[in-house]
Structures are given as structure tokens and as C-alpha cells.
């Protein structure tokens, strides 16, 4: 069963599945179980840029790269680029 068939792209972060949406905008997070978190940057076109353990850096279609604490989808910080970090937990999409 798809936990979100409307997503263009999806990334994990910690324990939380990260979903963006092209045609509509924004990210929604699940947990592994397919439970829905939170919505966030609604109507934005935005993507997951990388992820680093309970951090995602969110790209948007224009502006700075905003990073995000995946439990919450709290914006923590902004940022021009993404940090390059060599760490095995540390993802590009």
C-alpha cells in the first residue's frame, strides 16, 4: 500500500519518511508506519536537497536552503548551499 501516491520524490531522515509534492507543492513527513507527522512549505515547490541524521536540508524553487529538524518540521536555519559533510549517515538526493 503506498503511504503517499500524490509524492514526486521521497527521502528518509531519521526515522521519518519525507515526501515532496511537484504538482501541489510542499512535504509531508510519515513515520515508518505510514503515519502522517506534519505538512510544511505548503504550495512551495521544494525538494529534499540532503539529509543528515534528524536534519533535512530543504530546497526551495528560488531563496536559501532551509534546514529543518525532521521530528518536528521546525525550521532551525537557513543556509546558501548544502553543507558537505563526510559522514556514512550523510545523504544527497
Avoid at 514526486?8 to 509534492?21: K, N, P, Y
Avoid at 512535504?27 to 505510514?34: D, I, K
Avoid at 526551495?60 to 521530528?71: A, F, S, T, Y
Wanted: without cysteine.
Amino acid at each position: 500500500m503506498p503511504v503517499d501516491p500524490d509524492a514526486w520524490h521521497a527521502a528518509f531522515s531519521g526515522d521519518s519518511l519525507l515526501a515532496t509534492h511537484g504538482a501541489t507543492g510542499g512535504l509531508t513527513a510519515y513515520t515508518t508506519a505510514g503515519e502522517q507527522l506534519y505538512q510544511a512549505f505548503t504550495g512551495q515547490n521544494v525538494g529534499v536537497a540532503a539529509t543528515f541524521g534528524s536534519r533535512a536540508f530543504i530546497a526551495p524553487n528560488r531563496g536559501l536552503i532551509r534546514v529543518i529538524d525532521v521530528r518536528s518540521g521546525r525550521i532551525i536555519g537557513a543556509r546558501r548551499d548544502v553543507p558537505r559533510v563526510l559522514h556514512p549517515d550523510f545523504t544527497w538526493w
